[in-house]
């Protein structure tokens, strides 16, 4: 489990092709700190685990071919800067939001517009993700715990997404870097999904 709060940018170094499956190496002098074999690390809003530390500021993890086919992990090669989070620890603070580091599918940055301060980004999503975003709702992209700012109507053949981003989250995370055509890693809120089946299923009876 993750908060969405990223705690360092780190760096592709390795990447090892499989037939179906990828092996990653990241440095990650943060992350790789306390990790041990078998600790969990969100790499850009994928959960992973660590198999292997070939140095204390780097750690490798499997990606088998479901993650790779759900998310921009497929297209990774070294030299990529992802973002880095370890797993939440029971007595921290929940300051983003519920992120199971489970990526649903991946959009693409449509735009950016700057404010003052800030910088208004709008992302194309799949239709299939669409109906799990709301205004005002929490979103999960490249790991990043946002709010979503802006979005399509729900009948746009093209729907949309927007997110504010504040200076913190442009200096601290790659979203800072990601231009028009970039692909990003897109987690929606879990608590939608479950009340969408729960809904399909109908009410029960409760026997006693």
Not at 87 to 105: E, F, K, M, Y
């Amino acid at each position: 489990m993750f908060t969405g709060i990223v705690e360092e940018v780190g760096e592709v170094v390795a990447v090892e092709h499989g037939e179906a499956s990828a092996r990653l190496t990241v440095r990650g002098p943060l992350v790789t700190s306390d990790a041990v074999h078998g600790a969990s690390i969100c790499v850009d809003g994928v959960c992973l685990t660590v198999v292997d530390q070939p140095d204390p500021a780097s750690f490798t993890v499997d990606v088998m071919a479901e993650t790779l086919s759900r998310s921009s992990l497929r297209d990774v090669a070294p030299g990529r800067r992802v973002n880095l989070e370890r797993a939440l620890a029971a007595s921290a603070r929940l300051g983003g939001h519920i992120v199971q580091g489970h990526v649903d599918g991946t959009g693409t940055v449509l735009s950016r517009t700057p404010g003052d301060a800030w910088e208004v980004v709008r992302v194309a999503i799949p239709t299939g993700l669409a109906r799990y975003v709301v205004e005002k709702g929490s979103i999960t992209v490249d790991g990043t715990s946002l709010t979503v700012s802006g979005v399509s109507s729900v009948d746009d053949p093209a729907p949309w997404l927007e997110v504010s981003l504040i200076p913190t989250t442009l200096e601290l995370t790659t979203l800072g870097r990601r231009e028009p055509g970039s692909v990003v890693n897109l987690e929606v809120d879990v608590l939608a999904k479950y009340v969408e089946r729960l809904a399909a299923a109908g009410p029960r009876s409760v026997t006693p």
